[in-house]
């Protein structure tokens, strides 16, 4: 069996000898090198070609953020960063996410032989996503975590008005791997007087705040966390909150979001399975389910559903893709009225909605 190869990216000596050592106990993958700075793992990813580099942040002699953006325009390779759980932390690592990383780690707070041990499964799994994922060249542009979106990167729209019956319409989104920015290239082609759109992307808490920020600053639409209770408007789109599950209910004649901390569904919280199961129940025909790349099944038997009881579904094709895994299943459990690259998902909305 071919091993996953991995080199391992961190200032601190404890760091890259715990990840080392969590990586070598796994049968399917092995740690070929470990280096203390981005000019150190430049020349081993020269010598050793890993598979998969996972990469700190912050680190000595250069950034960790202007290190993945050269890596990425020079030779594009799966990276999953290893990222400290604070608002620093999460901003950079949405900035590292567009910049091309595949996933992120969030470091243990304190205790890290043993915060590093607990999350030794969720680290490895996160690996052989990357190992399997499929990453592009990135363009130049600007590494700064500080270059947040810019209104202006929102696209351009044609002005033409959308249906009469447009706003009873509700957008259902399910994403994992490679969603952040697959949910940009979305959003940032509606308008602002789109219907709502509800959002699940598989984040752990504490980044999704940043995730909602970020996405404002550059969508027509306005797009916040989802707080319990709130009332589900047009032209806003809402993420579910990092470790809450979220779906929405009918509370007389308005829709509310019910953001919750209930057990995990699909060893996921939050899950697109609860999100999509509400959109079936509460919303029904007037739902469109789209599905965004991203790893296993999470969503696949609920978008049937929400087809069952009369939704229109849009699903990622896989060229498109970072990884297929949830796409594919949606297709396979027969919930797909269509199958489009992502660059053509709010088109296709669009057109739904104009025809409303």
């Known amino acids: 069996m071919k091993k996953i190869r991995v080199v391992v990216v961190d200032d601190s000596a404890l760091v890259r000898s715990l990840l080392a050592e969590i990586i070598n106990r796994q049968?399917?993958?092995?740690?070929?090198?470990?280096?203390?700075?981005?000019l150190a793992a430049r020349e081993m990813i020269r010598e050793l070609d890993p598979d998969v580099i996972t990469l700190d942040v912050e680190m000595p002699k250069m950034d960790g953020l202007e290190f993945l953006g050269r890596l990425m325009r020079l030779r594009p390779m799966p990276v999953v960063m290893i990222s400290t759980l604070t608002e620093r932390g999460a901003e950079v690592t949405m900035r590292a996410l567009e910049l091309g990383a595949v996933d992120f780690v969030a470091k243990p707070k304190s205790g890290f032989s043993d915060g590093?041990?607990?999350?030794?499964?969720?680290?490895?799994?996160?690996?052989?996503?990357?190992?399997?994922?499929?990453?592009?060249r990135v363009a130049d542009q600007p590494t700064g975590a500080s270059q947040a979106f810019?209104?202006?990167?929102?696209?351009?729209?044609?002005g033409r008005p959308l249906g009469t019956h447009a706003r009873d319409k509700l957008v259902f989104i399910g994403a994992s791997t490679g969603g952040t920015e697959a949910i940009k290239e979305v959003l940032t082609r509606l308008p602002a007087d789109a219907p709502a759109i509800l959002i699940t992307q598989h984040m752990p808490a504490g980044f999704t705040r940043s995730f909602a920020y970020r996405l404002n600053a550059s969508c027509a639409m306005a797009v916040k966390e989802a707080v319990p209770g709130e009332r589900i408007l047009s032209g806003h789109a809402y993420i579910a909150p990092g470790g809450r599950q979220f779906s929405i209910e009918r509370r007389g004649a308005s829709l509310v979001a019910v953001v919750e901390d209930s057990p995990l569904v699909n060893r996921h919280k939050p899950s697109v399975e609860v999100l999509f199961k509400s959109a079936a129940l509460v919303v029904r025909e007037h739902a469109i389910g789209v599905m965004l790349t991203g790893m296993g099944s999470d969503g696949a038997r609920a978008m049937r559903e929400m087809k069952d009881a009369g939704s229109y579904n849009i699903v990622q094709d896989e060229a498109s893709s970072v990884v297929f895994g949830m796409p594919r299943e949606a297709i396979a459990h027969g919930a797909a009225d269509e199958v489009i690259p992502v660059t053509q998902i709010a088109a296709a909305l669009l057109a739904k909605f104009r025809s409303a």
Request: with cysteine; proline share 10%; net charge positive.
């Open 150 to 158: 810019m209104r202006p990167q929102s696209l351009p729209q044609d």
């Open 116 to 136: 590093f041990s607990a999350m030794a499964a969720q680290i490895v799994h996160k690996i052989r996503i990357a190992a399997s994922a499929k990453v592009k």
């Open 27 to 38: 049968p399917d993958m092995v740690c070929v090198g470990a280096a203390s700075d981005p």
